[in-house]
């Protein structure tokens, strides 16, 4: 196909495909004259992945482009492909996030959250069995989010990190299930792009609504039943009162 299907089928500019090939994103198409060149499905699937990487999962050029080489590369593991992208989705936290004014003489500014966060999170880890790395761009972004909590004086919120745990776990392996039965590496990678972009929206309203439904069965009945004994309690006073 010319680049002007290319453009029609995929929704992406000329001038950004273009850009694309120029950096390395997208392979150049097959010559067929001096002045034109063919594409094929490869390129579709290719596009679809780089507007996945970018308007779904926020990601840079420059980061697009370091996940694209490990899909180009065939040595890199599956496994290692995939936390390339998602790695590359998590917030990134410089030195100046630890979230204390209080810096300790043996480093504890050294890294984003505090000291006792990065901690909490590597022993989360260990205590799960997970092959993950408190060093990572999650790992960091938990410290820094249990850093804040104590910072605003909900500390406590570290005692039920292990039901958020349970919780992520489950999500985390339907996540995994959905997308195993893609089987081209890009694929995979638009796959958990979108899931992990799309997923956290979906997840966080979910909580929502569960949000909404448990407060009322701990909250709402309550203040129901209050409501319906004081009303009666005032209209048995005002009748006595009345004879």
Do not use: C
């Amino acid at each position: 196909m010319r680049i002007g299907e290319l453009s029609r089928r995929t929704g992406v500019s000329v001038p950004t495909i273009k850009f694309y090939v120029r950096e390395g994103l997208l392979p150049a198409g097959r010559l067929t004259s001096p002045n034109q060149a063919a594409y094929e499905e490869t390129h579709v699937r290719r596009l679809h992945l780089i507007r996945a990487l970018i308007d779904v999962g926020g990601m840079s050029v420059a980061a697009v482009g370091e996940v694209i080489a490990a899909v180009d590369d065939p040595g890199r593991p599956v496994h290692e492909l995939l936390g390339e992208a998602a790695h590359r989705m998590v917030p990134r936290y410089g030195e100046g996030s630890s979230g204390n004014d209080d810096e300790g003489e043996e480093g504890e500014g050294a890294g984003p959250g505090s000291a006792e966060a990065r901690k909490r999170v590597g022993a989360l880890l260990d205590e799960r069995g997970w092959h993950g790395d408190a060093e990572s761009p999650a790992g960091q972004a938990l410290a820094v989010a249990l850093t804040a909590l104590e910072s605003v004086g909900h500390g406590r919120f570290a005692e039920v990190l292990d039901v958020y745990a349970d919780a992520a776990e489950q999500v985390a392996r339907v996540d995994l299930e959905y997308v195993a039965h893609h089987v081209a590496r890009e694929e995979l990678v638009e796959s958990v792009a979108v899931g992990t972009a799309l997923g956290d929206a979906v997840f966080a309203a979910l909580r929502r609504l569960a949000h909404t439904d448990a407060s009322y069965r701990l909250f709402g009945r309550e203040e129901e039943n209050g409501g319906e004994d004081g009303g009666e309690g005032g209209a048995e006073a005002e009748g006595a009162g009345g004879a």
